[in-house]
């Protein structure tokens, strides 16, 4: 009895390093969910290996940075490292890469200042509990991504996608 009372306890109090330990895993969630929805949007063609190989190598420096690395540095390393990482296993060009960064992301900071603004309203908290207090987090994180994924399903069940980057004019890429 007192080994669960001390696992709730832990879930449900501010506890920074163990909101890091259970969010490490669900890195290669967002990562996949993430390049699903930028290779069905900007339709860029892989195979299962391609696919494999950026979940992979993207996770791994996911995990590293946001394990390793202070907060400033990891996110500026991980903005240089995925469209880089996206040009080399994807054989696209620069531009379809930043899009394909761009694109998930202002997904994931939209949908996560929305369920951050109804958990504050629902359950009377403060931002920093609802960073730190693995309870809270852990909701957060699987309605972010579970809304990430209803995203994809929506956009590829109606074959979204943007006109393709690679018929645009120098001068116009210079431009964009």
């Known amino acids: 009895m007192n080994f669960l009372n001390n696992i709730w306890l832990s879930m449900t109090t501010e506890n920074e390093i163990l909101t890091k330990i259970i969010g490490l895993p669900f890195i290669f969630i967002e990562v996949t969910i993430s390049m699903l929805l930028f290779t069905s949007i900007l339709r860029i063609s892989a195979s299962k290996k391609q696919k494999i190989i950026y979940i992979l190598i993207t996770s791994f420096i996911g995990i590293i940075c946001s394990a390793f690395i202070p907060k400033p540095y990891s996110n500026i390393i991980t903005l240089i490292a995925m469209p880089i990482t996206v040009m080399l296993v994807f054989k696209v060009s620069i531009l ?24 504050l309203v629902i359950f009377h908290c403060t931002y920093e509990m609802l960073a730190y207090v693995p ?36 001068k116009n890429k210079f431009m964009l």
């Open 96 to 119: 379809k890469a930043l899009f394909a960064e761009f694109l998930p992301t202002i997904c994931i900071v939209v949908i996560e200042m929305l369920i951050t603004q109804i958990f």
């Open 135 to 170: 309870i809270y987090r852990l909701s957060a994180i699987i309605l972010i991504y579970l809304l990430l994924f209803v995203i994809y399903i929506i956009i590829s069940h109606h074959h979204f996608n943007m006109t393709s980057f690679d018929n645009i004019s120098k």
